[in-house]
């Protein structure tokens, strides 16, 4: 069967496919960051505790504050892309959705655990002791799971040469298990989120400390080893990863291919940077090569699907039936609502007492 | 079409849908009256100095963060993971045409959650100001969240003009944006209240405990006429059409607006009582209660408005199954199968026909039905049906059952379907050719050409009489054959006898004591407004006793024959047995003739049950009470539960015979334009096979009523009567002429076969405006055409059966038979019993007197066409 006759018809966009891929590339920094922060900082606080039984630490019990916001705010910031994901390549995501429908829906149920699990860890904190062992180790679990089905809708999607199974098995159970770059591409992100916890962990403490307080530099230490250990072994990984892509997908005839050896370089050379900036401890420099190399990396994923898409789908071929005035009124809210939660957030902070938030 | 379809089977219909969305709406609309409720609540306690309302306050934020936030958020996003599985394509027009609305929401959404963020963590840390004003900011976001929804929401009920002009904003304000918006905004209030409940009945403190439920019982009752008059505008601002459909055509949905106008003053009641001043040990469960009654208040509204789409997605462009309406005509063309990207059989083979019907199911049916799950289960639905039944609902449900979008593919897969649904789900299989039929032997009574003084004719005045015999539930017709006969003294001056002479009918011994058999003498009170003794006919005709002279002829009237015969089994060509004598007792002549009766009327093939009579005819209990139970609910009647208790019905006693009876209800349709005008609709198409599924006419049943030389040379009852459609029309359009409304509805969904539109179709009343056969046979020659459609008698006296030849001396029926059954004729049962008289008089099948047999009754060869003209030479047909 030829995989292109399954490939459902797209529907018509309202403006030029650039503005989606411009919104898509953002909105997936910002939920990929928060994401590794959340993923991050779970894992880093499950094997702290598990190692101290259940024992706490400052590194412990500030992540126990944030978990929820970090959830929060990855959730909300993973709609965005999602949504621009499903302009561009809603033909694919759909698809790839509905052969593994009843692992994608889970999803839902298993993030509302997490969320309540972390909230339970954020307010039962004190009382729980040896439980937050069990506590974060299910919650990171939760999260590892949610990125793994994840990665392999995002990986499915973009392999129509295997959708045809779902004749054969129609009922939303299939999983992309038998692609060799699924395993390697989940570790690589995951090992990232790892690393990025560490950074976050450094840079709390780093801000605590700008702050004034004292004898948080173990602390900082600390976050800057897991990013640092962390995104070491990640080049291992993303070695494997990339040797693990099928022969010839990446070529250099090609602008893409250039731009995504570019992109991968570039991206490996501030990995480099940001980790021996964050061993020497210096955390903002290593946090701003951090965001370089997560931003390089966005743009290499997005190298790669074009890659992986190429002989089915590019979004030029998209059909436009224009109307932009509905863009023009989204842009000015979402302009308004940068400003107005800069403003917020000011205000809070210009008038807050001079304790810290806590609940 | 476009997209693979999730199988689901238990969880189809919806079902995943429903159970994310309802928690998901209820709490999301709590989420935008909630923000009003905190900062209200916050300047309450404010304005009064009151800390333990601010603790409160603080309290329910927390409450509230965590319902909104988690349960609200993520389920927000569960319901886009669920649609884009359940109906991808749909979600895909949402996204594409609404995306920058989507991208709008999300930015409020984004703002939501840091304003929540900040508003619960700076309790006591900001100014009461700035905290306020954070909390306005939060209100404000969630507002604009439903705003935005709202739009799309509504978008998909009423798109305006959107399906044609395509435009961003006349789909986002569409006609019922502003009164959805004002529903929906009061309707937060009350759920507002409704969660304030709860945590104010959880307060310690008895005095803040009863302020704060007593405050939560003003968010309830303060709103709810606004509320309430919004929703009155929301329903006004549907466009018409759609309005009558919700509200009077949807059996189903009056459920739910039922529990919604039952819930209202609930839900008033309970706000009250709650402000009355009681243990918290009362007012807990109470809150918890109401709060369960307010998503179940909320879950009527949405099945209403979800219902009220139906059978559409997004109103008046793409089904509920996908399939945009612009496509519908081109499958029908084309097919379901092969155009679908994702189906597995492009085309349907005898093998792979389940299979193919399966996939089939999935494409077009699962998005609406579950197969044994909870969400409008398949399974109770076609359990009545066989395949051909199945077949036959499906191609006309859109037509009957508003909600359901019309049958999209061709015929062969809708045979297809059906065979998975009736045969795959059930085991439901379709009648078998009924065998086996073993002719039918009679013994020939003598004749004597040379010595015999009378030839005695007799014949049935219908071909065959056809009635249902669920007479505990209902009945089209009683059992009443009709018998005439003529006795003609043979001479060169033939003479018609009915005067010094008396005709005996006797029926054949095994059928005499139908009573025995059949509930009709038990119900005929209640049927029939009559009495009549078991075995005795409504006009008081006995089975066996003496004919009624009339002027040139003899009549035995409404015998009530059955084809039941003693021992059992099935048999509809009953035998009677005529004697003429005279006063002495002399028997002058004596003759057989067959009353052909039938009970094969195909309706369990639809209506459930099995045939009631040796695996071939009768009505069964099962089949005819679930007619009754299909009008009852099609048509708001309670016949079911009358016959349940004594009392059955006949059609006729509510739908009258004829247009001008006296019987029945005068502005329902007669009988026979009701009940062809309604089953046309599911049986379109399909030539004289529709007509055999509930005549006794099928060639392959165990009546065969359509056994005369027209049969023999090819012809079928379309070839008189028209095909269903036609038919139908006809009838409908002659109630339509009188004012009838429902005529005029029933027509619309029906397209004449014969003639190219409606206009041409001629109007028609039942039993009077009949085919005439000098519609074909002009002039008694050899007809030029073999289809009479449009042409009919003008009154009853020149049907057939009363008409008689050119010297007013023989009826037509007296040389050529019944209708239907006209010499020679033949079927399963054999010829004899169909050919008795022109076998016992002239030794062969052929009507009386022909191959110029005049002698037969003139005893000497004629040369004058006295009967009809060209009837002096070989027959044609033999």
């Known amino acids: ?359 | 079409m476009n997209y693979p379809v999730w199988q689901l089977d238990f969880f189809g219909g919806g079902l995943l849908i429903a159970a994310i969305a309802v928690f998901h709406v209820y709490i999301s609309h709590f989420a935008v009256g909630g923000g009003l409720f905190l900062v209200l609540a916050e300047r309450k306690a404010h304005r009064e100095g009151n800390p333990a309302i601010m603790e409160y306050v603080r309290r329910h934020a927390r409450f509230f963060l965590l319902v909104t936030m988690v349960a609200g958020g993520i389920t927000g996003v569960g319901i886009w993971f669920t649609i884009a599985l359940l109906n991808p394509a749909a979600t895909s027009v949402l996204i594409h045409t609404f995306v920058f609305a989507w991208a709008a929401e999300w930015v409020f959404f984004v703002i939501e959650i840091v304003a929540l963020f900040l508003y619960y963590y700076t309790f006591g840390r900001l100014s009461r100001k700035h905290h306020l004003l954070i909390g306005w900011i939060y209100f404000g976001a969630a507002w604009m969240s439903l705003f935005i929804i709202n739009g799309i929401i509504d978008f998909m009920l009423t798109p305006g003009s959107w399906p044609q002009d395509q435009n961003f904003w006349s789909g986002f304000f569409n006609p019922t944006f502003w009164p959805a918006l004002a529903f929906r905004s009061f309707f937060a209030l009350l759920i507002a209240g409704l969660f304030g409940f709860v945590t104010a009945t959880w307060s310690k403190d008895a005095r803040l405990r009863l302020t704060m439920t007593r405050y939560a019982a003003l968010w309830l009752l303060l709103p709810f006429a606004l509320f309430i008059a919004s929703g009155y505008w929301y329903m006004t601002a549907l466009p018409a059409e759609l309005r009558e459909l919700v509200f009077q055509r949807m059996p189903m949905i009056s459920y739910y607006l039922n529990g919604f106008l039952l819930l209202s003053p609930v839900l008033v009641l309970g706000g009250l009582l709650l402000a009355i001043r009681m243990p918290a040990s009362i007012t807990r469960p109470m809150a918890v209660l109401m709060l369960v009654i307010g998503l179940i208040y909320m879950g009527c509204f949405e099945f209403i408005r979800e219902g009220g789409r139906r059978p559409y997605i997004i109103s008046n462009y793409m089904y509920s199954n996908s399939i945009f309406t612009r496509d519908l005509e081109q499958i029908n063309q084309e097919g379901v199968l092969s155009r679908a990207k994702w189906s597995r059989h492009k085309t349907i083979t005898p093998d792979n026909r389940l299979a193919a019907g399966r996939e089939l199911y999935n494409i077009l049916c699962l998005s609406c039905h579950a197969v044994d799950g909870p969400m409008h289960n398949i399974r109770p639905l076609t359990a009545n049906f066989t395949p051909s039944g199945l077949d036959a609902m499906l191609s006309g449900m859109a037509t009957i059952h508003p909600t359901m979008p019309p049958y999209a593919g061709t015929a062969q897969e809708r045979f297809a379907l059906a065979t998975y649904l009736a045969y795959g789900l059930h085991g439901n299989q379709d009648p078998a050719k009924t065998t086996p039929i073993q002719a039918k032997e009679v013994e020939l009574p003598p004749f004597d050409q040379e010595q015999d003084d009378y030839v005695l004719l007799a014949w049935s005045t219908t071909g065959m009489h056809s009635l249902s015999d669920g007479f505990d539930f209902w009945a089209l017709q009683p059992p009443a054959s009709t018998i005439r006969a003529q006795l003609i003294r043979r001479g060169e001056t033939p003479e018609l006898v009915s005067e010094e002479v008396n005709l005996l009918y006797r029926l054949e011994p095994a059928f005499l004591d139908p009573a025995a058999r059949s509930s009709f003498w038990e119900n005929a009170q209640s049927l029939f407004a009559a009495s009549p003794a078991d075995n005795i006919g409504l006009s008081g005709s006995p089975l066996q006793g003496m004919m009624s002279p009339e002027e040139g002829s003899f009549t035995a009237e409404q015998l009530p024959i059955l084809p039941y015969p003693d021992g059992g089994g099935f048999d509809p060509y009953p035998m009677v047995t005529i004697e003429a004598r005279d006063p002495a007792g002399r028997v002058l002549a004596t003759t057989r003739v067959a009353a052909p009766v039938s009970t094969e009327m195909g309706c369990y093939q639809c209506h459930g049950g099995q045939w009631r009579v040796d695996k071939r005819a009768g009505l069964s209990a099962e089949t005819a009470a679930n007619v009754l139970a299909i009008h009852d609910r099609l048509s708001q009647t309670e016949l079911l539960a009358a016959a349940e208790q004594g009392a059955p019905r006949s059609c006729r006693s509510c739908h009258p015979a004829r247009l001008d009876s006296d019987g029945g209800d005068g502005q329902l349709l007669s009988l026979s334009a009701s009940i062809h005008g309604f089953h046309a609709h599911f049986l379109r198409e399909r030539g004289a096979g529709a007509c055999g599924l509930c005549h006794p006419s099928s060639p392959d049943g165990a009546s065969q009523s359509f056994r005369g030389v027209h049969d023999a040379i090819g012809l079928d009852c379309t070839s008189c009567h028209g095909q269903l459609e036609d038919h139908a029309l006809g009838l409908l359009k002659a109630e339509a002429l009188e004012g009838k409304a429902r005529a005029a509805a029933l027509a619309k969904g029906l397209a004449p076969q014969t003639v190219e539109n409606p206009d041409e179709i001629v109007a028609r009343q039942p039993w009077v405006n009949q085919p005439d056969c000098l519609n074909c046979h002009q002039e008694f020659e050899q007809p030029e055409t073999d289809t009479s459609f449009n042409q009919w008698t003008a009154a009853e006296d020149q049907l057939y059966r009363n008409r008689s030849d050119e010297s007013s001396a023989l009826f037509c029926q007296a040389c050529h038979a019944a209708a239907h059954g006209e010499y020679p004729a033949a079927n399963d049962y054999g010829q004899l019993v169909h050919n008795l008289q022109p076998l016992q008089y002239q030794g062969n099948t052929l009507p009386l007197g022909s191959e110029l047999n005049c002698a037969l009754c003139h005893t000497v060869a004629m040369e004058d066409e006295m009967h009809h003209p060209n009837m002096l030479r070989e027959f044609r047909n033999q």
């Open chain 1, 1 to 359: 069967m030829d995989p292109a006759t399954l490939i459902p018809t797209p529907d018509v966009i309202p403006v030029h496919w650039g503005w989606f891929q411009l919104l898509l590339l953002v909105t997936f920094f910002m939920h990929i960051l928060l994401m590794n922060v959340m993923v991050g900082t779970a894992f880093i606080a499950a094997v702290s505790h598990f190692y101290r039984d259940g024992g706490s630490s400052p590194a412990t019990t500030a992540i126990s504050e944030k978990l929820p916001f970090a959830i929060a705010f990855a959730v909300n910031f993973g709609v965005a892309p999602l949504l621009f994901l499903q302009v561009l390549y809603g033909h694919f995501i759909y698809t790839s959705s509905i052969l593994m429908a009843v692992f994608w829906l889970w999803i839902i149920a298993m993030v509302i655990a997490a969320y309540y699990l972390a909230y339970i860890y954020k307010y039962k904190y004190l009382q729980l002791n040896k439980g937050r062992a069990i506590l974060t180790g299910l919650i990171t679990l939760l999260l590892l799971l949610v990125g793994f089905l994840f990665s392999n809708n995002i990986t499915m999607m973009l392999q129509p040469e295997t959708w045809a199974r779902y004749l054969e098995r129609p009922n939303g159970l299939l999983l992309n298990l038998a692609d060799p770059s699924l395993w390697p591409r989940y570790l690589h992100f995951m090992c990232s989120a790892v690393a990025v916890g560490g950074m976050a962990i450094a840079l709390f403490f780093s801000y605590k400390r700008h702050k004034g307080e004292s004898g948080l530099q173990p602390w900082i230490r600390y976050g800057c080893s897991w990013f640092g250990y962390a995104t070491f072994a990640n080049f291992w990984i993303g070695a494997w990863f990339a040797g693990s892509l099928p022969r010839g997908l990446i070529t250099m005839d090609s602008a893409n291919g250039v731009f995504l050896l570019i992109f991968l370089i570039s991206a490996i050379i501030t990995a480099v940077f940001a980790v021996v900036l964050a061993l020497r401890e210096q955390v903002l420099p290593a946090c701003s090569a951090l965001l370089g190399t997560l931003a390089l990396m966005v743009l290499v994923r997005d190298r790669l699907r074009s890659a992986y898409l190429q002989p089915w789908f590019a979004p030029d071929e998209l059909t436009v039936q224009a109307s932009y005035s509905p863009l023009i009124i989204f842009l000015l809210f979402f302009v308004f609502g940068i400003a107005l939660i800069v403003w917020m957030l000011r205000l809070t902070w210009k008038n807050l007492d001079s304790e810290e938030v806590s609940s």
